[in-house]
């Protein structure tokens, strides 16, 4: 199966969603003080993922 540009995004929102609940609750405090909400600061982790140059 090929993977569609929602199912990447999907792929990159859920590993970010991992990566936040790995996150010490002070890193989480400082991203909902920057971003206002938890689903900003995903929002920002996944496009900061997606916009990330690969690795070779």
């Given at each position: 199966?090929?993977?569609?540009?929602?199912?990447?995004?999907?792929d990159?929102?859920l590993?970010?969603?991992?990566?936040?609940?790995?996150?010490?609750?002070?890193?989480?405090?400082?991203?909902?003080?920057?971003?206002?909400?938890?689903?900003?600061?995903?929002?920002?982790?996944?496009?900061?993922?997606?916009?990330?140059?690969?690795?070779?």
């Amino acid at each position: 199966m090929t993977d569609t540009p929602d199912t990447a995004v999907l792929d990159a929102a859920l590993q970010m969603v991992d990566v936040w609940n790995r996150l010490s609750a002070e890193k989480q405090a400082v991203l909902l003080k920057r971003f206002g909400t938890q689903e900003n600061a995903l929002a920002a982790l996944v496009t900061t993922q997606l916009l990330a140059p690969s690795q070779p």
